[in-house]
């Protein structure tokens, strides 16, 4: 599903966060407060990232997303925020922190029911951890 153009993919992103602010009333009031940027085709961010305070994604890597799974791209980047995990990081090695909090969160938002793009890290061993 490859958008026309930035404008049309950028309707997307939006409708998308719309739809879950909608349908998630609990994460609506955090999800609006975070600008949701796209990076253009900055290597750092290959797919979708957060630092707390925005929500970045890669147009071309979510061009490719069902709107179901822009979703929960976005849904996943809120959580990583409300868990604050990147203030609990502290010295952990970043790669292997970031790894083990996609695994809590993903396994939330597959409980909740949300659609996750292909590839999102999904262990039942880590249920319930945040």
Do not use: K
Request: glycine share 6%; net charge positive; with cysteine.
């Amino acid at each position: 599903m490859q958008p026309s153009s930035p404008d049309e993919l950028s309707s997307r992103v939006t409708r998308a966060r719309i739809r879950l602010a909608l349908r998630q009333p609990f994460l609506a009031s955090a999800l609006m407060r975070l600008p949701i940027v796209s990076v253009g085709s900055m290597s750092w961010c290959p797919t979708m990232a957060t630092d707390g305070f925005h929500i970045f994604y890669n147009p071309a890597w979510v061009a490719r997303l069902a709107d179901a799974e822009i979703r929960g791209g976005i849904a996943h980047e809120l959580m990583h925020g409300l868990f604050a995990h990147a203030s609990r990081r502290q010295d952990r090695r970043r790669e292997l922190w970031n790894q083990a909090c996609d695994f809590a969160i993903n396994l939330l938002l597959a409980e909740l029911g949300f659609r996750l793009p292909e590839g999102g890290l999904v262990d039942n061993t880590f249920s319930g951890m945040a």
